[in-house]
């Protein structure tokens, strides 16, 4: 008689485990459309286990419908394009659902945390979902954009040290984007577009083949965080190596950075026909 309570009692247990999963099958899908980037196909998840009448609701959007959660998703990801979530247990009482999350960037630095609360409709989808922040770990915006900053400006300074100092190419090549694009002025005899780091590597090399340089005067660095930007203004030294001559050169190099890479570079002469001059002069 025991064995045949035991056996029951397992297999009430195994039902009770069977329905929690089930329970929360819809809050494993709220969790992969967040974790998706492509919005049609995040779009197609959400219409699973969203309504029409079903609200998000957050300290930075209230909204209705799928539509509606998938921008609020899109533009999330335009502001956070490397971010990463990751979520704790759930708690689970009745049709209601309760978990810790908290969102990471690809360098594992905290962009936020909270606590969601879910109401289901016992259908196996969601009918409310509210969002609390812990507002002492959530970086504001602009400590965000800050934190950007300071990491594009070291890409773009182990750029220019390995370019100018070390001329370590091994480590340039660890910054360059694939197919990374570098447009220098066409009236320069190396000027043209150059795609990806084996032709930049062409570029710098033809370039060497006019003149020999050194720093006249160390960079000084601008950026727009929110647009991925970095600008470098600085002077070189150059020696012709057809005349012998030398002449100082401001120049301001344009830097995009995205996810800790650089995507295209375009650099500006203060006057480049007057450089291009100077190096195609003669003795």
């Not at 929360?24 to 969203?50: C, F, G, H, M």
């Not at 609200?55 to 394009?81: C, H, Q, R, W």
């Amino acid at each position: 008689m025991r064995k045949i309570y035991f056996i029951c009692f397992l297999f009430i247990l195994n039902n009770v485990f069977a329905q929690k999963k089930d329970k929360l099958n819809p809050i494993a899908v709220y969790e992969k459309v967040w974790q998706e980037r492509n919005s049609d196909a995040r779009l197609k998840l959400i219409k699973t286990i969203w309504l029409d009448d079903s609200t998000f609701e957050d300290p930075s959007a209230s909204i209705k419908g799928s539509v509606a959660l998938n921008n609020v998703i899109n533009e999330f990801y335009k502001k956070f394009p490397d971010a990463i979530l990751t979520s704790g247990s759930k708690v689970v009482k009745d049709n209601y659902v309760t978990w810790d999350w908290k969102i990471l960037d690809s360098k594992n630095k905290l962009i936020m945390a909270g606590r969601d609360f879910a109401r289901l409709n016992g259908k196996g989808q969601v009918s409310k979902i509210i969002g609390f922040w812990d507002q002492e770990v959530t970086l504001s915006e602009s400590e965000i954009l800050q934190n950007l900053e300071a990491d594009n400006y070291k890409v773009v300074a182990k750029y220019y040290e390995s370019l100018f100092k070390t001329r370590d190419f091994t480590a340039m090549a660890a910054i360059i984007e694939e197919g990374a694009i570098y447009n220098q002025a066409e009236g320069l005899p190396y000027g043209g577009t150059y795609v990806g780091f084996n032709e930049w590597t062409k570029m710098y090399t033809k370039s060497a083949e006019f003149f020999d340089l050194e720093i006249e005067k160390e960079p000084v660095y601008f950026s727009d965080a929110s647009k991925n930007e970095v600008i470098i203004y600085f002077t070189i030294k150059c020696k012709a190596k057809k005349s012998g001559k030398t002449m100082s050169v401001p120049i301001s190099e344009h830097f995009d950075v995205k996810n800790g890479k650089i995507t295209a570079i375009r650099p500006f002469y203060f006057d480049t026909k007057q450089f291009a001059e100077f190096l195609k002069s003669k003795k």
